[in-house]
């Protein structure tokens, strides 16, 4: 390897690094964040290696690159020689000569970027998420309306069936014609609006999911496990991908942050709470699974009173620790290509 190309990405202008490998020398240049003024600066300086951080934008250019067949890789930013970074001046050029640099001494910690396909997809997952999230924000608005004008409502589904969603639009109002002392009519209107249009938006998008779970073989097999559905199913399937990626069990637990911290000094070796490091919508997704599962899967109830050991303190450990467990095996079988097989439960 001779010569390293190493991006310092920005919104709107972006500083390349070539860096000499032999020499150590460097040359910077800079240019406006678009895919022409990249490609163009990637046909006219020729690199045997291009080298750059992640971040929100890395889908196009991974898509530029792979087009000009051009060999790079992607630093992952969550490792430690990032965070223990000391600089009495930061600047664009630092970072990206300390990017080639560590490119050149074969220590750059690196990502998996999936094809767009799988992208567009993951970004699909996230939305339906943005918009349940969304939902429950405008049902505790209606709520918090209600409460202060000494309504009580039902718990749970049952507030928000068509009966009870009749009921509350015969209170609402439009706000051009509410009375000053009940402009909170006005604000019902609007939230129960808003709850309708988010409502319809979730289906488009939960449709759309399921056409494209119908034809996905992964999807289908990690729903042969009894009691998970099809949005863990699909999202396990679009994180992980290419489980040829992970060489062990332990890779996989890391990678959605489901492993214990640790300290190690000396003789001490303190194991903490999991990291946190990986996707967040996975791991709730496991963990809701997780909680489902005692009531439909016998693995699931076994392996969770067995970490318990009946203790109420530890339960929230425990289905942690379950749905650790849970991904390790549907990584198993993406990897193998087999359906579920109930392993021999142990006594608890």
């Given amino acids: 390897m001779k010569t390293i190309m190493s991006i310092d990405l920005g919104k709107f202008k972006s500083v390349v690094c070539f860096y000499e490998v032999k020499s150590c020398k460097a040359i910077y240049k800079s240019f406006k964040t678009n895919p022409q003024e990249l490609h163009d600066l990637a046909v006219s300086h020729p ?14 250019i991974c898509d530029l690159f792979d087009t000009l067949e051009l060999k790079y890789e992607v630093a992952n930013t969550n490792t430690g020689e990032w965070s223990g970074r000391k600089l009495k001046k930061k600047t664009d050029k630092k970072d990206a000569f300390w990017l080639a ?8 910690s690196t990502v998996y970027v999936p094809k767009k ?3 567009e997809k993951r970004s699909l997952i996230n939305y339906r998420q943005s918009l349940t999230e969304r939902i429950t924000q405008v049902k505790n608005t209606i709520r918090s309306l209600l409460n202060a004008q000494a309504y009580s409502l039902p718990s749970g589904r049952k507030c928000w ?8 639009r015969s209170m609402a109002m439009p706000m051009d014609k509410v009375k000053p002392d009940e402009l909170w009519k006005g604000n019902l209107w609007s939230e129960l609006i808003l709850l309708e249009q988010l409502t319809d938006a979730l289906q488009v998008v939960e449709d759309k999911l399921e056409e494209l779970n119908s034809t996905d073989e ?31 069990c332990k890779q996989v637990g890391s990678y959605i942050g489901m492993t214990p911290r640790q300290y190690q000094s000396g ?13 967040r919508l996975l791991r709730a997704l496991l963990v809701e699974v997780c909680w489902l599962g005692l009531r439909w899967n016998p693995w699931i109830k076994e392996t969770y009173e067995r970490i318990k050991r009946g203790s109420k303190t530890r339960a ?15 990584w198993a079988m993406m990897r193998d290509g087999t359906s579920w097989q109930m392993p021999e439960l142990q006594s608890v």
């Fill in 47 to 60: 690199a045997d290696l291009i080298v750059f951080e992640a971040c929100d934008i890395i889908g196009w």
């Fill in 117 to 119: 396909e799988i992208r």
């Fill in 161 to 168: 069936s068509k009966q009870n969603l009749e009921q509350l």
């Fill in 218 to 248: 992964k999807v289908k097999l990690l729903q042969t496990v009894p009691g998970v559905g099809p949005r863990l199913a699909e999202a396990v399937a679009a994180y992980i991908d290419d489980p040829h990626r992970f060489k062990n």
């Fill in 267 to 279: 003789n001490t070796d303190r194991h903490g709470r999991i990291s946190k490091y990986g996707n």
């Fill in 316 to 330: 929230k450990i425990a289905i942690v620790a379950t749905a650790r467990r849970l991904f390790v095996r549907l």
């Fill in 101 to 108: 640099k560590r490119a050149a001494l074969g220590d750059l």
